[in-house]
């Protein structure tokens, strides 16, 4: 069952039938946010995507042109979802008098969600607003509710995220209560509460990188709380909830349940372990975990060689490759840097000097000249020398503007890095990020030359 109280979006042209079906969320247990839409748009819509929205109910015909004109309203409702559905899994739920049309309206959304940038709803359903309407309000309401709960029970994907994210709720909001109590019995709560969220984010990260950026100095404080209070929800005895029933079934059946076959173990690192520059975002090159491609530019030059003591072709000979390499190939491995700089340095913003890891981004299909020929999962790849890290397969869009992903290994030197002072940028474009679990793995290795345990890595 999803949980109760989630968020759901209810839309509708109609404002006495937007009305009835937001109170009928209400008795359903959700906290419905309702969007009017008026003259061929929504009213008030947000400025951005809602993150965390799983269910839409939306009326079918939003605007006239005839009700089997099916092109302007599936138009319509792609332009709706597109405004307050952010990425993620969702479910659609058709509210209209007119629920014949829904196939072919979900059929259109199908056809028409990639080339309009959507991400298409994991599922579909649908709601007669006749069975409702002609109802006495009390009657119409409760008759509205069991419809809702059993237009959504079928869809698993949903409960299973929305019960995630549940948890995660709830342990933000006990940390926020345990936090509390400590100023709960003071002459004035609030004044002491604002006070001592401002003492613990100052602790975390000093005043001055407090004042500069006090949202980031408040997760730092309040991140581990929020970590153990998740491990405490998590550790709740009792029978598994409905909604993981069917994974705890999947683990009960197979203590080492198998990768689903369309998912890809390098697509799968890519989601888990880093994160890719996004639209919008200004990746900076000295940012901790951030890996940069080296600009042509920068390559061979003066202040290349100096800081790694050889041109590109033998620095990536002498410390990753077990062979020699042909022209082509050496044309496909591509010299990025990894920032590794001290996590409290960064909390704190008193970097002096940034260290950045050599490291090598080689198509999957030229592993082989780098771990000493071996190719299958299983036998122990032989790099160059030990502080070589293989960050591990992941897949990325190529270089070069345009074109399909394609697979990769990174490469980490854990002994070959070059230092620049603070905020000074490299020469070159930002990949991607390490994120935190595998940037402390690289750091493990930086350190003692050994593998980190604990760190989940995908690999077939």
């Known amino acids: 069952m999803i949980p109760r109280h989630s968020r759901v979006i209810a839309i509708d042209d109609v404002e006495d039938h937007l009305q009835k079906i937001v109170w009928g969320l209400g008795k359903a247990g959700f906290c419905a946010i309702p969007f009017l839409f008026l003259d061929g748009k929504l009213e008030d819509p947000p400025e951005h995507p809602l993150p965390g929205v799983r269910i839409v109910f939306t009326d079918i015909h939003l605007v006239g042109g005839g009700d089997h004109n099916d092109t302007i309203h599936a138009a319509n409702i792609i332009r709706c979802l597109k405004r307050v559905v952010a990425d993620g899994p969702y479910v659609v739920v058709f509210w209209s008098q007119f629920v014949g049309d829904s196939d072919r309206i979900k059929v259109l959304i199908e056809e028409r969600a990639v080339q309009a940038n959507l991400t298409s709803p994991v599922g579909y359903a649908s709601i007669d607003k006749n069975e409702v309407l002609s109802l006495p309000a009390l009657d119409g309401a409760e008759r509205l509710r069991t419809l809702i709960l059993e237009r959504l029970k079928p869809f698993k994907t949903l409960s299973v995220a929305l019960s995630w994210e549940d948890r995660a709720a709830r342990a933000a909001a006990r940390t926020t209560d345990r936090l509390y109590e400590v100023v709960a019995e003071a002459e004035q709560p609030p004044v002491a509460w604002e006070q001592l969220l401002a003492h613990l984010a100052c602790q975390a990260v000093g005043p001055d990188e407090a004042s500069r950026d006090l949202k980031s100095a408040l997760d730092e404080a309040l991140l581990p709380l929020l970590e153990d209070q998740l491990s405490l929800i998590g550790n709740e005895q ?187 940028p490299i020469e070159g474009k930002p990949r991607f990020r390490l994120r935190r679990a595998l940037l402390e793995d690289v750091a493990h290795r930086y350190s003692t030359h050994a593998r980190r345990p604990g760190v989940m890595r995908f690999f077939g």
């Open 238 to 424: 009792g029978a598994p909830s409905e909604d993981l029933k069917s994974l705890h079934d999947l683990v009960s059946a197979d203590a080492h349940p198998s990768r689903p076959v369309s998912v890809a173990a390098s697509r799968l690192n890519t989601s888990y372990l880093i994160e890719e520059v996004g639209a919008g975002v200004a990746w900076l090159t000295w940012s901790r975990g951030v890996v940069t491609a080296l600009g042509t530019n920068f390559i061979n030059s003066g202040p290349f060689v100096r800081a790694f003591g050889h041109d590109d072709g033998s620095l990536i000979r002498q410390e990753f490759a077990t062979r020699n390499l042909t022209a082509d190939e050496r044309r496909l491995a591509k010299l990025h840097v990894v920032e590794l700089g001290p996590e409290c340095d960064h909390v704190n913003a008193k970097v002096s000097t940034h260290r950045y890891l050599l490291a090598l981004l080689i198509p999957t299909g030229l592993l082989g000249a780098f771990n000493g020929g071996v190719m299958k999962p299983g036998k122990s790849p032989q790099y160059r020398n030990d502080s070589v890290f293989d960050a591990g397969k992941f897949s990325l869009l190529p270089l070069s503007v345009g074109g399909q992903r394609e697979e990769w290994h990174l490469l980490i030197s854990c002994r070959c890095f070059m230092s620049l002072a603070a905020r000074v």
